[in-house]
């Protein structure tokens, strides 16, 4: 059984800086392609990130691009996500995701694990 569990979510002012960590059990990281995902109140989900597994090929969505960056450290099984100049529209919950599949569909949302979350508050 595959579990993800997310940190280092918390309460942050507009501008600041946080760093998610995701630590992956169960199997080794690297059979998995990695993602980020988040929600906002009221909101739908949405992708964030994606990384391949060997880390060489990232994928953002556009609101967050030369913010965030994620990145893995398949020897410490944890995946981690970067994220820089934060603002208010940034608060949500965000999730880790695994995928057996390729980084590039991750953005679909049809992972094969998903964490239970991390909350990041940006005030504004």
């Known amino acids: 059984q595959v579990q993800l569990v997310e940190s280092g979510g918390g309460l942050v002012q507009a501008g600041g800086s946080l760093r998610l960590f995701c630590v992956v059990s169960?199997?080794?990281?690297?059979?998995?392609?990695m993602g980020w995902f988040r929600q906002a109140p009221g909101k739908e989900r949405e992708f964030v990130a994606a990384?391949?597994?060997?880390?060489?090929?990232?994928y953002y969505e556009d609101s967050v691009k030369g913010r965030f960056t994620i990145s893995r450290d398949n020897a410490k099984n944890t995946v981690y996500l970067q994220m820089n100049s934060l603002k208010p529209e940034d608060t949500a919950v965000y999730y880790c995701?695994?995928?057996?599949?390729?980084?590039?569909?991750?953005?679909?949302?049809?992972?094969?694990?998903w964490g239970q979350g991390t909350q990041v508050t940006v005030s504004s």
């Open positions: 995701v695994a995928d057996r599949g390729v980084a590039a569909t991750i953005r679909s949302a049809k992972c094969d694990y």
């Open positions: 169960g199997r080794t990281l690297s059979s998995y392609a």
């Open positions: 990384i391949n597994r060997s880390g060489s090929s990232t």
